[in-house]
């Protein structure tokens, strides 16, 4: 491959990916080209991409970002998937494929400069909370107690106010109040 060609491919990375810092990597090998192209419409769908990648372009083209820890598996025909709400989901995403396409190669993913290696580590990485998830945990951890607190300190008062209720309806209505 003539080197015009090489840098062609590496701008064409670097376009696709853009400033992308976190990504799966699979192998397609052994599906064929209506099951590949059924995988990346569905992803699509959900905004996800699919790209298929020169291992050794890949690794000049982001060997200084936060994908460079990809390179240790890309190994063999590699793709690369990102894209969607974070590669939390694209992790999901992939490994419910699995199901359909047993034939996927799940090779690892990297969040945060994280690598998650091979198939165990991808698995992994799909039961993680999104960041949506993981802010909604969090908002509930803070507001629990803070919800515990009001119920216990409006709890007592709502008692009493309901006791003053039934004494006002009762004098009301012209009953006569027992003393205690």
Do not use: C, H, W
Request: no cysteine; glycine share 12%.
């Amino acid at each position: 491959m003539s080197k015009p060609v090489k840098e062609m491919m590496i701008r064409d990375f670097k376009d696709r990916l853009g400033d992308t810092e976190d990504a799966l990597v699979i192998g397609l090998r052994g599906i064929d080209a209506n099951d590949t192209n059924a995988i990346r419409k569905g992803l699509a769908k959900k905004e996800i991409s699919v790209t298929v990648v020169r291992n050794r372009l890949f690794g000049q083209a982001f060997g200084n970002s936060g994908l460079a820890g990809l390179s240790e598996v890309l190994q063999g025909a590699s793709a690369v998937a990102y894209g969607g709400e974070s590669v939390v989901v694209v992790a999901r995403e992939v490994v419910a494929l699995v199901k359909k396409f047993p034939d996927i190669e799940l090779k690892g993913a990297i969040l945060d400069g994280m690598l998650f290696t091979g198939e165990n580590g991808v698995r992994e990485l799909s039961k993680y909370p999104t960041r949506d998830e993981a802010i909604a945990k969090d908002v509930a951890l803070i507001l629990g107690p803070g919800q515990k607190l009001v119920g216990a300190i409006t709890g007592p008062g709502s008692g009493l106010a309901g006791i003053v209720k039934a004494l006002e309806e009762k004098l009301e209505s012209g009953e006569a109040i027992a003393k205690i």
